[in-house]
């Protein structure tokens, strides 16, 4: 019995520290994660207005740009998935990794060939164990982006896309996201980011509005050639933020959970150690009690 009680101690010491180090973990997830939504939340209307002025200019200019004209034969496309570099985060690298799969099974099916671009360890990992070719991947900076990583990774994305088929080029290129919603719901989502998609009607004037008139310095050619490599980047930046504050979300969400159950598990510890402690003075007292009572016997004969 007193093995079993000092057994039950050390798991309670042992549960007990990794409830110590679960809750310092949700604490600074939680100190990050307003930081970063603050952040994610105030790219989000440059990236709104980077899209009108992108769409009106491929709307209104009537010029044929190898970024918004689609590919007639998509043969090609890139795929960039957004992932964590460590883990404790719950499902939240996993959702992203079971979205670009199934993207990359309807592209396959449309007889289309996928080139993956990693961005986070989990990801690289997972494409690494499953002998996955990657044409580039970037880590390290997942839970703190900086616009020069979004810059990296845009330029590279952009390069393929202009290079030739025949040369390893890409038609099209699909991302892959996790938008945080709110702190209880971070979704991950595909986008296509090039060639820009224009949907006509998006843009239309309300019942009185004017719409302004457009005039183009030097020509379209040379503001689309200059804007559209930005409008990739802030994309990839946004894409960058929201998931880092996803990530951090769910972090939080996960050690919360952790710390939850930790503390459940050494309640029930307890409860068991006290059994243990409370059999064992019933034991030792009624071995006390029956060595009295021998003794008694023994006198009486004597």
């Known amino acids: ?42 790219g989000e209307p440059y990236i709104t207005e980077m899209i009108r002025a992108v769409s009106a200019l491929a709307t209104y200019s009537h010029t044929d740009h190898p970024l918004t004209e689609p590919s007639e034969n998509v043969r090609r496309v890139a795929l960039l998935m957004i992932t964590s570099d460590r883990g404790m ?7 992203a990794i079971k979205t670009a799969a199934r993207l990359t099974e309807r592209l396959r099916q449309d007889g289309v060939e996928v080139v993956r671009y990693a961005v986070g360890r989990k990801g690289i990992t997972y494409l690494k164990f499953r002998g ?16 020069e990583h979004a810059q990296e990774i845009a330029d590279v994305l952009i390069k393929d896309f202009l290079t030739p088929y025949e040369d390893g ?44 008139l457009f005039e183009y310095e030097p020509d ?36 919360k959970s952790a710390t939850d159950n930790a503390q459940q598990l050494i309640e029930s510890l307890t409860r068991e150690a006290n059994q243990a402690r409370q059999a064992e003075i019933t034991q030792e007292i009624s071995e ?3 060595g009295a009572g021998a003794l008694a016997d023994a006198a009486a004969q004597d």
């Open 288 to 290: 006390i009690v029956g």
């Open 89 to 95: 985060n719950g499902a939240y690298s996993a959702n």
């Open 1 to 42: 019995m007193a093995a079993s009680l000092r057994e039950l101690r050390q798991r309670r010491k042992s549960v007990s520290a990794t409830k110590k180090i679960t809750r310092a973990m949700e604490l600074i997830a939680a100190s990050r994660i307003i930081k970063a939504q603050q952040a994610a939340e105030a």
């Open 220 to 255: 379209p050619e040379s503001v689309l050639d200059a804007l559209l490599p930005m409008y990739v980047r802030s994309r990839v930046w946004f894409y960058l933020l929201q998931s880092a504050a996803s990530q951090l979300a769910s972090q939080q969400r996960a050690m």
């Open 132 to 147: 996955i070719d990657m044409r580039q991947s970037w880590e390290g900076f997942s839970d703190a982006p900086r616009y």
């Open 169 to 212: 080029g890409v038609d099209a290129i699909y991302g892959v996201y996790t938008r945080m919603l709110s702190m209880i719901d971070q979704t991950p989502r595909a986008r296509r980011l090039l060639p820009l998609e224009i949907v006509e009607g998006v843009h239309e004037p309300n019942e009185g509005e004017v719409m302004p």
